[in-house]
């Protein structure tokens, strides 16, 4: 599904299908907006992409799509992410040192450069990350959008939202609300989706599974807990 | 007692009280969106899926699957007949350094973001896992095909489509007012799955009772 073929549908949805009211470039600039918005909000994208070292370089661009890091990973290891400060304390020459990087910086280089730490002294194509990611730019009416279909239409609720917001013809406030209330239900559940599996995981005293490093700290109650009848 | 799809477009076209302003088809894919929207949220729909594991793979996207499985509630590994426990990347990391290296039958499962499903370890033989949970049912097509939650929660379906329609056709406060009746059925629905079997009461650090329920 691609902006085009939304475009047509909210148009026909706002009756106004000549762009009498709303030009199709404003409805445009909603979608591209709604689609951020909608991505950033939710976390619903999430990849896994290489980030190969090269001999030598100690910074790396990350994706343009970029949001949030989740993990990084080289030679199959997960690498810690650390801080400037901590790197001044325990190695000041951490920005010239090369090696074979053990932990990664997002700081100081810019908001989307990550510095692999000691710069790598091989190329090498081990080294991955995992972060959450916005959908591809809508820029041409070819690109499809990422998110799964059944998701597109809070994103039109979203544009339709923005198009009975903004002054002038077709204003209607309490439409916008309607709308943004709708579309704020499809961002709740994409959220309450990926809660519901963190909250399987943990485990409590009493349930059946301790899983390894989540056993009970010593001094509580032990983790078969008797079921009281 | 069931109401069938053909059923439930004919009572939100009585409710617009529109008369031909809005196709069978509008109408019927207006309550299909209504009808993914609550089993979406209430996960009320529950099935199978067998996932087809391969040797490259550690992540399946739950989302390419048919079903779409929302949440997985459990997993059998028919190579082995064991369950595979749930586990969680940060202790895999923790506990087993390489982990995304090995190759044996799948023990553990995990999810990464939203609907990435991941296997450990890697399988070294393609084969199938048997995912238990969640699933978004199929939409309706045929007229006499019938929502796969309870007849007491059709209404629901109904409420939220003709305040989406009354909203399109700018009847902003009978939408408004619509759309409080469809969220807190949406609601009921919900806490009616959630519910729906009574379970001995496991006794937690912080509960206030220690009796079975």
């Known amino acids: ?229 | 007692m069931t109401s069938t799809f053909a059923e439930l477009k004919s009572r939100v076209s009585r409710r617009l009280n529109a008369g031909s302003f809005w196709t069978d088809s509008e109408i019927g894919t207006v309550v299909n969106d209504i009808y993914w929207e609550m089993c979406e949220e209430s996960e009320c729909y529950e099935t199978d899926l067998t996932l087809t594991t391969t040797t490259t793979d550690t992540y399946y996207d739950l989302e390419d699957q048919d079903p779409i499985i929302l949440t997985p509630h459990r997993v059998w590994n028919p190579a082995t007949s064991k369950w595979l426990a749930i586990d969680y990347v940060r202790n895999l990391d923790k506990v087993c350094g390489r982990w995304g290296e090995a190759g044996a039958e799948p023990t553990a499962w995990f999810m990464r973001g939203t609907s990435m499903f991941g296997v450990f370890p890697r399988t070294t033989a393609a084969g199938t896992l048997l995912i238990t949970g969640s699933a978004m049912p199929d939409v309706m097509v045929a007229e006499t095909d019938t929502p796969v939650f309870p007849i007491q929660f059709h209404s629901g379906i109904v409420d939220g489509a003709v305040s989406v329609l009354k909203a399109l056709e700018r009847e902003t406060k009978t939408a408004a007012k619509l759309y409080e009746v469809y969220a807190a059925k949406r609601s009921d629905l919900s806490w009616w799955v959630k519910q729906r079997a009574s379970r001995a009461h496991l006794p937690v650090v912080g509960s206030r009772y220690g009796e079975a329920r």
Request: proline share 6%; net charge negative; glycine share 6%.
């Open chain 1, 1 to 229: 599904m691609n902006r085009e073929y939304i475009s047509l549908l909210i148009q026909a949805q706002l009756g106004d299908a000549d762009s009498a009211i709303w030009t199709r470039d404003e409805i445009y600039d909603y979608l591209q907006e709604g689609y951020d918005d909608f991505t950033v909000r939710s976390k619903i994208l999430w990849a896994r992409t290489a980030l190969n070292d090269v001999n030598g370089t100690a910074t790396y661009a990350l994706p343009t799509t970029f949001i949030e890091m989740d993990r990084v990973e080289k030679n199959y290891y997960a690498l810690p992410p650390t801080t400037s400060r901590q790197q001044m304390l325990g190695n000041a020459y951490f920005k010239v040192t090369e090696g074979r990087p053990y932990t990664y910086l997002l700081e100081d280089d810019g908001l989307t450069t990550l510095r692999k730490v000691p710069i790598p002294s091989e190329n090498a194509t081990d080294f991955y990350i995992e972060y959450f990611k916005k959908g591809t730019p809508l820029t041409t009416d070819s690109v499809d959008l990422d998110i799964p279909t059944r998701y597109v239409r809070y994103l039109m609720f979203y544009t339709l939202a923005k198009c009975f917001e903004r002054d002038g013809d077709g204003q209607d406030l309490a439409l916008f609300e309607y709308w943004m209330k709708m579309y704020a239900l499809g961002v709740e559940m994409v959220q309450q989706r990926r809660a519901r599996y963190f909250a399987q995981r943990v485990g409590h005293l009493g349930t059946d599974n301790p899983r390894n490093g989540r056993l009970a700290a010593p001094g509580s109650l032990p983790p078969y807990f008797p079921i009281v009848r």
